[in-house]
């Protein structure tokens, strides 16, 4: 079966620009995540949508970075006026999730994209 | 809060060595450990998860890692190393009443020498 889909896989954009980011999880996984990684700084949690709940917001850095999820599938992070710290590749993952599946909540990765701000 | 130390940012180890990557964490309340490992421009793929039982744990690619909860401790070893483990490695812990939500360490890359 498929596995997590990101696109673009690479995107080079300018400072100041706005840039999309794409996320596609698995079928029937309810729960979707965000991170960053950075050189050096491993795996930065963004962002976390859990079914129909409110997301979980607490991970982005600043109020340029926003996230959706249509239909409780595909999510869009977006960042906005980039800047050159935000060069870093963005991980999208998905699981089962929901609480109560007594730690089964394997998250699976999508390739990510890596994002260069000039 | 939780939180993930991986004490090691870089361990280079010859091929056919022995290898542990070590990894610490604090919580407050009982969890749940994964490393997950990350070859050259992919994401992250699952290596092993402890969640209760055997405090010592088989992965894939022949890892293990062994819980050991005195010292907060989820080390992760391999008798022999291969080039094909060249990798970043990470540690991450869960809340056992919060497991939607899961907190990585910085990760270890891993360098296999010929």
């Known amino acids: 079966g498929a596995g997590v889909s990101q696109s673009p896989s690479n995107k080079v954009t300018e400072k100041g620009k706005d840039v999309e980011l794409r996320c596609d999880p698995i079928?029937?996984?309810?729960?979707l995540y965000w991170y960053r990684q950075s050189l050096g700084q491993g795996l930065e949690f963004l962002i976390y949508f859990q079914g129909n709940s409110a997301p979980d917001k607490s991970g982005l850095p600043s109020d340029r970075f926003s996230a959706e999820r249509t239909g409780g599938s595909v999510s869009t992070l977006t960042i906005q006026r980039t800047q050159q710290e935000d060069s870093a590749v963005y991980l999208c993952?998905?699981?089962?999730?929901?609480?109560?599946?007594?730690?089964?909540?394997?998250?699976?990765f999508g390739a990510g994209t890596r994002l260069s701000v000039l | 809060a939780q939180s993930v130390t991986q004490l090691d940012s870089q361990v280079p180890v010859f091929e056919e060595a022995p290898v542990e990557l070590r990894c610490n964490y604090s919580s407050s309340v009982s969890v749940y450990l994964f490393w997950y490992v990350q070859y050259p421009n992919q994401g992250l793929q699952l290596l092993l998860k402890?969640?209760?039982?055997?405090?010592l744990v088989k992965g894939i690619n022949g890892f293990e890692a062994e819980f050991n909860k005195s010292q907060t401790s989820f080390h992760l070893r391999k008798p022999s190393v291969h080039i094909s483990d060249t990798a970043e490695y990470f540690c991450?812990?869960?809340?056992?009443?919060?497991?939607?939500?899961?907190?990585f360490g910085k990760g270890t890359r891993l360098h296999i020498l010929p």
């Open positions: 991450a812990v869960s809340d056992l009443y919060r497991d939607d939500k899961i907190i």
């Open positions: 993952a998905s699981s089962l999730g929901g609480r109560g599946f007594a730690g089964m909540n394997i998250q699976y």
């Open positions: 402890y969640l209760s039982g055997s405090t």
């Open positions: 079928s029937g996984h309810t729960a």
